[in-house]
């Protein structure tokens, strides 16, 4: 039988390093395995029928990782000899989605899903997503995803009158709001100063400006409405998803336009039954890869006008609006898992678990996941607790 | 590779290795016709969608607005186009075409709709504008890719 709703039961996240060169991925898998299973008391199938895991969906990338069918590589760690296992290779906040379908669909009422990504080991993790772009075209050129960002970051500055000054703004909050996350990346703050001075890496993209490498690893369980119960009595339900794909060539679209993110946040509204989402999030989290995504992003979202980024900084909309209390993506997560991440922050924020950077009352959140450059897929993730009412 | 260890990871070892696959690319049917007028003609072709109006460069088979098939609908484009978008990329990394500091620039030819990513030389990165006209100048050795164009520069 098919639930009619599933809820996230349970994160862990390894610390964000520069690099966790000591510990192979099994390893990183396994450390935030352990404490879903601690957290909950959940086991793994040993005989069909016994309740416990046999469904695990798991988030790495074949050249993040240098070996292809990255997910075999970790099956022991995560559970998965003798079950089922299906890999997402694309921001981990996808698979959120993958397994919330599986258990809407009846497939299965319990998921764990691990995500994991070393951005240190790869030489620069530039040469990485240098192949995500075509042979032909494109690679020869030798884009990778933070120049792009940058063309990106040039005609939306234009387009919303976003100015150095207000990326710098978005920097210094962010790491000051990290300093409070004890598992970000980038935890010491920087004053204005410091990011107006940072070098230029691709104009108008500083240095401070690109989210620092990273490495991490993420687990949830997500069980279906029957099943919460035995597991937490603080469940998040995934109430929303929607996505959406850009054109591939960066030549054909308009950069600033927003039109996938608008796009995947209408299809996640419509699900989560959301109108107004300027007034009914308490809280969002959104994959800001380089400073100018956070205002361009809330735009997408419908927490800021649209073309209006650089007035809502100045208005304070970060604060008011709660945006990224976790340092978002700029505090540093590993690519693939950058909406992974933000999404665990709103699960921990619904829990009441985030300590002092704590958002009062938080019923309902916001998150966004972007899997290529310049936000070429959207996804956007709608969660809330108990407390919303529903 | 050298690691910050400490007592705790003294026999820790990093081995260096490398992911390196030979490979060819099949460049498709239109892709190849696109290859081989840059490469010998030096001539740069897009093709039409019907439907929409628009002109693709690098071409494609298929629009994929209307799933118009565009595969015999070439159209010739201009050697000269506007600058759209540019950044300096001011950080070195093997992948990249030139030393650092140097311009990418998306550059939409004269004839298309889309734009497509190049270097620019022979400006400096201060003096850059959107809107500037330039010229493609082709390579002198082949490389069947895009970098049969070695570079665009101003037109003076
Ligand atoms: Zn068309």
């Keep these: 039988m098919s639930a009619k709703r599933a809820a996230i039961c349970a994160v862990a996240q390894l610390p964000f390093e520069k690099a966790i060169w000591h510990k192979r991925i099994q390893e990183m898998c396994f450390d935030v395995v352990e404490p879903v299973l601690e957290q909950t008391g959940v086991k793994f199938c040993k005989k069909p029928g016994d309740g416990g895991i046999r469904s695990i969906v798991t988030v790495s990338d074949d050249v993040f990782d240098a070996r292809t069918i990255s997910n075999n590589a970790i099956q022991d760690a995560v559970g998965a000899h ?7 290779a694309m921001d981990g906040i996808n698979a959120i989605a993958y397994a919330v379908s599986c258990i809407l669909s009846g497939h299965d009422d319990l998921i764990l899903l691990v995500g994991h990504c070393k951005e240190s080991q790869a030489e620069s993790r530039n040469m990485c997503t240098n192949l995500a772009f075509d042979p032909f075209y494109l690679r020869p050129l030798g884009l990778d995803f933070e120049t792009l960002n940058a063309l990106q970051a040039r005609d939306y500055m234009a387009k919303s009158g976003v100015t150095d000054e207000h990326l710098a703004k978005v920097v210094v909050r962010s790491r000051r709001n990290a300093a409070k996350n004890p598992v970000a990346n980038a935890r010491d703050e920087v004053t204005m100063e410091e990011v107006m001075n940072s070098p230029m890496a691709y104009d108008p993209l500083r240095e401070l400006h690109i989210y620092p490498q990273s490495d991490g690893a993420i687990a949830m369980l997500i069980a279906g409405e029957d099943r919460v119960k035995e597991f937490t009595g603080k469940p998040v339900w995934v109430s929303g998803f929607g996505n959406c794909m ?13 039109f996938p993110l608008k796009k995947a946040a209408k299809l996640a509204y419509r699900m989560a039954g959301v109108t107004d989402p300027a007034k009914e999030f308490d809280f969002a989290e959104l994959n800001d890869a380089a400073a100018y995504q956070l205002p361009m992003w809330a735009e997408g979202v419908g927490l800021c006008a649209d073309g209006a980024g ?8 970060m604060e008011k609006m709660n945006v990224n209390p976790s340092g978002g993506m700029l505090a540093g997560n590993p690519i693939m898992l950058g909406g992974l991440a933000r999404a665990a922050e709103l699960v921990i924020q619904l829990r009441g678990d985030a300590g002092e950077r704590q958002v009062a009352g938080a019923r309902r959140g916001v998150a966004n996941g972007t899997t290529g450059a310049a936000g070429q897929l959207q996804s956007v993730l709608v969660l809330e607790n108990d407390r919303a009412g529903r | 590779m050298n690691q910050d260890k400490g007592e705790k990871y003294k026999d ?3 081995v260096d290795g490398k992911l390196a696959l030979p490979y060819q690319y099949f460049a498709g049917t239109v892709g190849s016709k696109f290859l081989i007028a840059l490469r010998d003609k030096r001539e740069i072709l897009g093709v039409r969608c019907d439907t929409c109006g628009k002109v693709y460069v690098p071409p494609r088979q298929v629009c994929e607005k209307d799933f118009e098939d565009l595969g015999d609908k070439w159209v010739m484009l201009g050697n000269t186009g506007v600058v759209t978008n540019f950044t300096i990329v001011h950080k070195d990394d093997k992948h990249r075409p030139r030393k650092a500091p140097y311009i990418l620039a998306m550059i939409k030819l004269d004839g298309a709709d889309t734009a497509i990513p190049h270097v620019l030389e022979m ?6 504008e959107i809107g500037m006209e330039v010229k493609a100048v082709f390579s002198s050795e082949p490389t069947n890719t895009i970098l049969d164009i070695d570079h665009f520069e101003p037109v003076l």
């Design chain 1, 310 to 317: 650089g007035e809502w900084i100045d208005g304070g909309g």
């Design chain 1, 82 to 88: 003798n079950r089922g296992e299906d890999k997402v």
């Design chain 2, 12 to 14: 820790a070892y990093v």
């Design chain 2, 123 to 128: 400006v400096q990165p201060e003096n850059v």
């Design chain 1, 246 to 258: 850009d054109s591939y060539f960066p030549g054909d679209k308009d950069l600033a336009s927003n």
